[in-house]
DNA sequence: GCCAACGTTGGC
DNA sequence: GCCAACGTTGGC
């Protein structure tokens, strides 16, 4: 079992979105960046991800999902009208890939980043290291003491 | 709005 | 292959 964290914009898609999907499922299209993609790539069925909300006033994780789907090709690659076309990317070895995700658990309260920033042990986090990284890993370490601070709940 | 960090592009 | 210019991300 691998940990991960994925970020994203509320306004453009957030965690009320995903779960509003039916199955609280969708897929992770429009990530047009190669650590990102790798990071995707190594994802397996059952690996738990972080929801994070960033470029708002209180960036924090605010859910939990899991991969229920493995990387494939992000079909908007091929779309010239979607915002995320690459007229570069080959239909034969597509660039780019998505998983599916699923709201898995319910936070009592958001975790914001200034509450992970006071942690010494999250220091080495990559959400702090590799800034602009949109989907990235969190160690099983970093993954226990985050989600021993909150009460779980199953998304109903 | 500012600015740091980083990725991409393109000239040479 | 190098590197300057430029664009984007994202916290503050």
Redesign the pocket.
């Known amino acids: 079992m691998k940990y991960w964290l994925m ?3 509320p306004d453009a898609y957030s965690w009320d979105d995903l779960k509003s999907e039916p199955n609280h499922t969708d897929h992770w299209d429009g990530i ?4 990102a993609r790798n990071h995707m790539r190594d994802m397996s069925v059952g690996d738990l991800v972080f929801f ?1 909300h ?4 209180v ?1 924090a994780i605010v859910g939990i999902a899991k991969v229920v789907k493995e990387a494939y090709p992000d079909h908007t690659q091929f779309d010239p009208d979607a915002k995320y076309f690459d007229p ?1 990317s080959p239909q034969d070895n597509p660039r780019w890939d998505m998983v599916n995700i699923q709201a898995f658990q319910e936070l009592d309260t958001e975790v914001t ?2 509450e992970l ?1 006071a942690i010494p042990e999250l220091s080495e986090m990559a ?1 702090f ?6 989907v990235q890993p969190v160690t099983e370490v970093e993954w226990k003491l985050i989600t021993g601070m909150r009460k779980l709940q199953p998304v109903k």
Do not use: G, Q
Request: aromatic content about 8%; glycine content about 0%; cysteine-free.
């Open positions: 970020k994203t914009e047009r960046n190669y650590a994070y960033s470029m708002i006033k960036p570069k980043i200034k920033k959400l290291r590799i800034s602009r990284l949109s």
